[in-house]
């Protein structure tokens, strides 16, 4: 009889026969033309993902990125800097000496794209027009209602995905470059997935900036400065004219984009001397070069010249970003040097936090990966006569990150404002290609592709579901509810909710902490609506007060600079959540009172049937700092039981009755979000009840700290007929009591202690 064979287990030479089969079918796949594409797609898939996510004008700087796009859009001319504060023209809008002072092709382009769309006259009116208060437009910008919208947030959401499209091509771009100087695809399916994954890099395509657009200017210039490099035909005129045309679209796009202005003549030159061109090839192409850079560059050189006796109006730019009282030393920029290293990988601008674990791993690989491409250099001799010359079709990109590194430290040393990674963009491509040659140094040749398909996954996956996670964070900004938590919100009873003479309603008030420490910011959530269309922009003016009804701090939003949605644009009934941070000093721990109002061009806006211009929405306890180390006293009671402990809220120290009043004594063992009810109960010998009262805490137990003592006093009429006299405490939203325990752990019957 046969029996059934079991199946021999795999060899050794079998398992890598196997291998060696799964690592040619890698190797194909990554060598295909599709991988590049299909980065890309990724990379605007979750570009796009990003700008929806993110409410409009809640980038990096993105509400002034916006004014000076609107300003093109109206078909403005190139503003004039010499309008400004300091030069005594308060009129002078401030956009027009923030993002204004950058130069300006984003702007100019984006503006056409705007201009597409009907927008209305808000921004030309309240912020183009100079009256925004003290030039700062933050209150006037259009609420996001989550969607494509109309208008303003439709204009600004096409901006947005346009940026998504520039950093699309900054990926292609990297794969196409890559792929020429090393003829190795899996180089180049590297590099571009380390800049097509790269959070910091998404952050800026899905948001208004001209970050990304100087990126993608840059990687234009130096696909055509490694064309012409290492194309095997003598390259014509017109790669020199497109070579300067993208030098000159960098310059134009941002300052830092002028590195590429020196690099593109390296190009040239290293072709020239390496194919032994001819003199005049090399002065035919220099014009070329010239030619295509000063076209984009020319009228905005002499636009300067005329305003400002500056090609460049650097010496006006910098004057409009004053320097830091100190200079900062070369000391000072290796201090930094950690972080802004560490924002390369891990900075996403200022939209939302990323885990440090993630922050941590990669900036150690951007360091292996620098050290791997400096021991590669080393080990070929690249430092060498022979090695410079077999490595001078690098030449352009590595001059590019010098130039862009020389011009960041001057800027560092006089300004502390650029201290991370976003200046660098011109230099995406460069230091992204010398971070991916530099890891595969460590990897084993055969094992290269199947390495790099495996990490392009990985790390794509996870920037997925990180930007998607991270998102809750994006709340912190104004948004309109979603229109299932708006209905729940407006079925709820509305006694708590105040309304104004323009028609504006406070409709819920949050606090996120009741109690904080001197120095913390006090955590305001408050959700507004309109009830009928404003025709005023209208400030909200947040009071604290203390006890004696001092103002011990306040915050105005006609004052500060933040981003907050224009009243004016509000859509009539649907909820706003806007989040608000006060910091308040105190000289001593008091339970400070909130109060809210508002003001337009018309003076305060009072609270519908109220003779006050404001009302109060809450409270909140603020611990004020330590004068220095104190004794800790314990006083006798500490050393008695307690007549009760409230389970995880309390103890009832002592107990006593004066006819009709019963007085509590307190130590808080806990610090609850909100108040608590006491309940006392008079009974008869018989057990019915004579007298009865609830009360809440007069010490509100959301502001509680562990350890606070304190007397209550409730007078409870024929509390002195009793014969048994009970009392405890219950949550008045759920009418459930806390229960209650003897000092010895039994519990009291029915959570009632027995005071008599």
């Given at each position: 009889m046969l029996s059934a064979q079991r199946p021999l287990a795999p060899t050794a030479p079998a398992l890598l026969a196997r291998a060696a089969v799964w690592a040619s079918w890698v190797a194909q796949v990554v060598a295909s033309p599709v991988v590049p594409w299909l980065i890309s797609g990724a990379f605007i898939a979750l570009g796009i993902m990003t700008s929806l996510k993110t409410p409009l004008y809640q980038g990096a700087d993105e509400g002034w990125h916006y004014a000076?796009?609107?300003?093109?859009?109206?078909?403005?001319?190139?503003?004039?800097?010499?309008?400004?504060?300091?030069?005594?023209?308060?009129?002078?809008?401030?956009?027009?000496?923030?993002?204004?002072?950058?130069?300006?092709?984003?702007?100019?382009?984006?503006?056409?794209?705007?201009?597409?769309?009907?927008?209305?006259?808000?921004?030309?009116?309240?912020?183009?027009?100079?009256?925004?208060?003290?030039?700062?437009?933050?209150?006037?910008?259009?609420?996001?209602?989550?969607?494509?919208?109309?208008?303003?947030?439709?204009?600004?959401?096409?901006?947005?995905?346009?940026?998504?499209?520039?950093?699309?091509?900054?990926?292609?771009?990297?794969?196409?470059?890559?792929?020429?100087?090393?003829?190795?695809?899996?180089?180049?399916?590297?590099?571009?997935?380390?800049?097509?994954?790269?959070?910091?890099?998404?952050?800026?395509?899905?948001?208004?900036?001209?970050?990304?657009?100087?990126?993608?200017?840059?990687?234009?210039?130096?696909?055509?400065?490694?064309?012409?490099?290492?194309?095997?035909?003598?390259?014509?005129?017109?790669?020199?004219?497109?070579?300067?045309?993208?030098?000159?679209?960098?310059l134009l796009t941002k300052y830092s984009g002028g590195a590429m202005l020196v690099a593109a003549p390296v190009a040239v030159l290293v072709r020239q001397v390496r194919s032994r061109f001819t003199l005049s090839w090399l002065l035919r192409s220099g014009a070329a070069l010239a030619a295509g850079a000063l076209l984009l560059t020319g009228p905005f050189f002499i636009h300067n010249l005329q305003l400002y006796g500056d090609v460049l109006a650097w010496q006006r730019v910098n004057t409009l970003m004053p320097p830091d009282v100190v200079p900062h030393p070369f000391q000072a920029l290796l201090h930094w040097l950690p972080f802004i290293l560490a924002t390369f990988f891990g900075h996403p601008g200022y939209i939302f936090p990323l885990p440090s674990e993630y922050t941590h791993v990669f900036f150690y690989v951007l360091l292996i990966g620098l050290a791997g491409s400096l021991w590669l250099a080393l080990r070929r001799g690249l430092f060498s006569r022979g090695g410079l010359k077999a490595s001078a079709a690098y030449w352009p990109l590595l001059v590019a990150l010098a130039v862009n590194a020389v011009t960041y430290y001057f800027w560092f040393s006089q300004h502390l404002a650029t201290e991370n990674a976003r200046f660098f963009t011109p230099s995406l491509i460069p230091i992204t290609l010398l971070v991916a040659l530099g890891l595969l140094v460590f990897v084993p040749r055969r094992w290269q592709p199947g390495c790099v398909a495996a990490f392009t996954l990985a790390y794509g996956l996870f920037t997925a579901v990180t930007l998607y996670q991270s998102f809750d964070f994006m709340y912190a900004f104004p948004h309109y509810l979603s229109t299932a938590s708006a209905q729940a919100l407006l079925d709820q009873p509305d006694s708590g909710r105040v309304r104004f003479e323009n028609g504006i309603e406070l409709l819920d008030v949050q606090l996120k902490s009741t109690r904080v420490n001197e120095g913390d910011p006090v955590d305001l959530r408050i959700t507004l609506r309109t009830t009928q269309p404003l025709t005023r922009s209208a400030f909200l003016m947040l009071d604290f007060r203390d006890p004696a009804g001092k103002t011990v701090a306040s915050y105005y939003t006609r004052n500060v600079v933040r981003y907050s949605y224009a009243t004016r644009a509000w859509q009539v009934g649907r909820?706003?959540?806007?989040?608000?941070?006060?910091?308040?000093?105190?000289?001593?721990?008091?339970?400070?009172?909130?109060?809210?109002?508002?003001?337009?061009?018309?003076?305060?806006?009072?609270?519908?049937?109220?003779?006050?211009?404001?009302?109060?929405?809450?409270?909140?306890?603020?611990?004020a700092a330590p004068s220095g180390a104190a004794a800790t006293v314990i006083s006798a009671t500490d050393t008695v039981p307690p007549l009760a402990?409230?389970?995880?809220?309390?103890?009832?120290?002592?107990?006593?009755?004066?006819?009709?009043?019963?007085?509590?004594?307190?130590?808080?063992?806990?610090?609850?979000?909100?108040?608590?009810?006491?309940?006392?109960?008079?009974?008869?010998?018989?057990?019915?009840?004579?007298?009865?009262?609830?009360?809440p805490f007069k010490y509100s137990a959301a502001y509680w700290d562990v350890g606070d003592r304190f007397e209550q006093r409730i007078e409870v009429p024929d509390l002195s007929r009793a014969s048994t006299v009970l009392v405890g405490v219950y949550n008045p939203r759920t009418q459930q009591r806390v229960r209650a325990f003897h000092a010895d752990g039994a519990p009291w019957d029915n959570a009632s202690v027995v005071v008599r």
């Open positions: 000076y796009v609107e300003h093109y859009a109206l078909g403005r001319p190139l503003p004039n800097l010499n309008l400004h504060f300091t030069s005594g023209n308060i009129a002078a809008p401030y956009f027009q000496t923030h993002e204004a002072a950058q130069p300006p092709l984003y702007y100019m382009l984006m503006g056409r794209l705007v201009a597409l769309v009907p927008r209305g006259n808000l921004m030309q009116e309240e912020v183009l027009s100079g009256n925004a208060p003290n030039g700062m437009y933050g209150n006037f910008l259009p609420a996001d209602d989550g969607s494509l919208g109309s208008g303003l947030a439709l204009a600004g959401h096409l901006v947005r995905f346009a940026t998504v499209l520039l950093g699309a091509g900054v990926v292609l771009c990297s794969y196409v470059i890559a792929l020429w100087l090393t003829r190795r695809r899996e180089v180049a399916v590297l590099t571009a997935s380390l800049i097509a994954f790269n959070p910091h890099n998404l952050v800026l395509s899905g948001a208004i900036s001209n970050d990304m657009a100087v990126a993608c200017t840059a990687a234009l210039t130096l696909l055509a400065a490694t064309y012409i490099i290492t194309t095997p035909r003598q390259p014509g005129l017109l790669a020199a004219f497109l070579l300067g045309l993208g030098a000159g679209a960098s909820p706003l959540v806007e989040d608000f941070q006060v910091n308040v000093k105190t000289e001593r721990t008091e339970v400070l009172s909130i109060l809210a109002g508002w003001t337009d061009a018309g003076g305060a806006i009072r609270p519908v049937g109220s003779n006050s211009v404001s009302v109060e929405i809450g409270r909140v306890k603020v611990r402990r409230l389970n995880g809220l309390a103890d009832l120290l002592s107990a006593r009755i004066d006819h009709d009043t019963v007085i509590l004594n307190w130590r808080a063992t806990a610090e609850p979000a909100r108040n608590y009810t006491i309940f006392v109960h008079g009974l008869d010998a018989q057990g019915n009840m004579l007298a009865q009262h609830d009360e």
